[in-house]
């Protein structure tokens, strides 16, 4: 069940997959109505947790909860590294927002509420972007980064979605 295909190196039957033999993780998350949940271990230890926070909206105390766990516990090569979260001006949200496609017809959505900017796969739950610079975004918790890619006009006109060593780019939609 923890063996990937050769077509997708992040993904096994039911769960995601994070680092590299000795350091190999595997985890499934999930989300219903009032509650989000964690499921994670090694493969090749004995050191995991679940996680079942009693919010919708529970992703990010959930993300520090695992983070505490991780450093407690010492679980080798764990992302803990705290990023520096730069200040994007509520004034420029506007142009970050919007629906953007894949090739393979994935959708994605930019959103704004509460004065801050969210990221969207299809018709899940949206998780909050956190800025690097004005380019450059993270999802804490989910080891991904998100670009955006200007146009000369200033305009987004694509997105680069990056988790681990897959990269997705999305063109903005008209």
């Not at 450093?71 to 992302?79: I, Q, R």
């Not at 979260?85 to 142009?95: C, D, G, P, R, Y």
């Not at 681990?164 to 780019?169: A, E, H, M, P």
């Amino acid at each position: 069940m923890l063996t990937p295909p050769k077509f997708s190196p992040n993904y096994s039957l039911g769960f995601q997959l994070e680092g590299k033999k000795e350091t190999r993780r595997f985890f499934h998350g999930g989300w219903d109505e009032g509650f989000v949940s964690y499921f994670g271990s090694y493969q090749h230890e004995t050191k995991g947790a679940i996680i079942m926070v009693n919010s919708n909206e529970g992703f990010q105390i959930m993300d520090e909860i695992l983070k505490s766990i991780a450093k407690e516990y010492k679980w080798k090569k764990y992302l803990t590294n705290r990023r520096k979260n730069v200040k994007v001006l509520e004034s420029t949200f506007e142009k970050y927002i919007g629906s953007f496609t894949t090739e393979n017809n994935v959708h994605f959505k930019v959103l704004k509420h509460n004065k801050k900017l969210y990221f969207q796969v299809e018709n899940q739950q949206p998780l909050v972007l956190s800025s690097q610079n004005k380019q450059n975004f993270y999802i804490n918790g989910l080891n991904t980064n998100i670009t955006f890619n200007f146009a000369k006009n200033n305009e987004v006109k694509s997105i680069e979605i990056k988790q681990d060593n897959s990269t997705l780019i999305a063109t903005k939609n008209e």
